[in-house]
């Protein structure tokens, strides 16, 4: 039979034997590749594994293994999670972990067999057989069945920009109440409490760590015990964080960072991770370039992710260097650069606007049938009386916007004009803008 390359165009003149002879071929051709993709798939997660237990996505730049399987293979976090999880398993279940191995069994089926074993252990042979012969809709009914969690349903959603700005906010305000939800839940949760009238991110999860000052070492209190920290987790956590001397009471609380340096770095970052290539809007934490003992300058302040803060701290597997106005250089432990931010070119970009901001506003007070410009001060105390500065008709819809996202009329007011006095180059801009600077805002 001749190769699925060279096969001649008049394929429909071929009789009915020919027909049968090719048809097996092509099945035989697309089953073994299909093997082959899945024996691929089997030795790409031994390797994330291992790359997530040595920590050295970190080494190569990437906040987590998830957001590296994203970048390099385009595979989403929800299936690095579930083949790790399956990955863990294998070592108790011969029978599947031969089948995976050797290709003969879907990923997604190997994933929905582990999680049934984990019920019977002893069917085994049962449930690898189940996989080989079901489709995946029908074996995962019959998991569900066995473990009594509910079938979930695939729908396909296509968002914009701003739907997303929106929707990641929303989870954002979840995960301040401590609900750290996958995106089907999220929209579950926070749809239903739309439609009963609820509000979210009335709450905020606080993490407590105490620090002998005898010996350094710092300690995480759970009930009567209390769990030691990894000095470089503690170090990352110490950049941004209250701090309270409870040797002397009352304790007086003072931030390691002030909150104008905070909203400073917070709307040059826009509420994005500053790491090169990082879009990463949860979990954002400070980072002193320098260290915490050199100040708290803003040009020597990143805004970064979870993630990609633990670099630097953890072995050096990241260096940051430079400033924002001359540029911050990130490179690999080995020297190799992964990008740079900041720089001339933007602080030069950001100096233009500015200044184009106050010719508008010089030009405007000296025409006399123009209305006299206020100044706009960074006061994050609420003003009733003071005007807000952006034009009626935005300012209008974006309030409208934010009502309907359950926000108080007040609340909204209060906001909006807290986002307006942090960045005064919001008073033009449109009532998404608006609308987005106040959720990161209220998400912070």
């Known amino acids: 039979m001749p190769s699925t390359t060279t096969l001649s165009p008049s394929l429909r003149k071929l009789d009915s034997s020919q027909r049968l002879a090719l048809a097996n071929t092509l099945d035989s051709e697309i089953c073994d590749f299909h093997r082959r993709r899945n024996k691929d798939q089997a030795q790409i997660v031994v390797r994330l594994a291992v790359l997530r237990e040595s920590r050295g996505y970190l080494s190569l730049g990437f906040p987590s293994v998830q957001a590296y399987a994203k970048q390099r293979l385009g595979w989403g976090a929800g299936k690095v999670k579930a083949l790790l999880e399956l990955h863990a398993r294998l070592p108790r279940r011969p029978l599947l972990r031969e089948a995976f191995e050797a290709g003969e069994v879907d990923w997604s089926k190997a994933v929905l067999a582990g999680r049934a074993t984990e019920r019977e252990p002893e069917r085994e042979a049962d ?49 301040s109440e401590g609900l750290d939800l996958e995106l089907g839940p999220a929209l579950a949760e926070l749809t239903q409490r739309a439609l009963q009238g609820g509000s979210v991110g009335s709450s905020r999860t606080r993490f407590l760590l105490m620090e002998c000052v005898d010996c350094g070492k710092t300690t995480h209190p759970t009930g009567a015990e209390q769990v030691p920290v990894d000095p470089a987790v503690a170090e990352r956590l110490r950049c941004d964080t209250e701090v309270q001397d409870t040797r002397v009471l009352p304790a007086r609380v003072s931030r390691t960072i002030p909150p104008s340096v905070r909203n400073e770095v917070l709307a040059r970052s826009k509420g994005i991770c500053e790491f090169p290539g990082c879009d990463l809007r949860a979990y954002l934490e400070l980072h002193h370039i320098r260290g915490r003992g050199r100040g708290h300058d803003p040009d020597h302040l990143l805004h970064l992710c979870a993630g990609h803060h633990a670099a630097p701290h953890d072995d050096d597997a990241v260096k940051i260097e430079g400033s924002w106005s001359t540029g911050v250089r990130f490179s690999r432990a080995d020297g ?44 994050s105390r609420e003003a009733p009386n003071k005007p807000l500065a952006a034009p009626t008709q935005e300012r209008d819809d974006a309030l409208r916007v934010l009502k309907k996202l359950e926000f108080s009329a007040r609340q909204a007011k209060s906001l909006l004009r807290q986002a307006l006095a942090e960045q005064p180059g919001l008073r033009t801009a449109p009532a998404e803008e608006l609308v987005r600077a106040v959720l990161l805002r209220h998400a912070a």
């Not at 995962?140 to 906010?169: D, F, I, Y």
């Open 336 to 379: 190799s650069l992964i990008g740079t931010v900041g720089g001339p070119a933007m602080a030069d970009s950001r100096e233009s606007h500015d200044s184009a901001r106050a010719a508008e506003a010089t030009d405007s007070r000296d025409d006399a049938s123009a209305p006299a410009v206020r100044p706009v001060v960074a006061d």
């Open 127 to 175: 449930w690898l057989k189940a996989a080989q012969e079901l489709s995946s809709r029908e074996l995962e009914a019959k998991v569900c069945g066995k473990t009594g969690e509910e079938v979930r349903r695939g729908r396909w959603v296509k968002l914009t920009a701003w739907e997303e700005s929106v929707l990641e906010a929303g989870r954002a305000a979840l995960r």
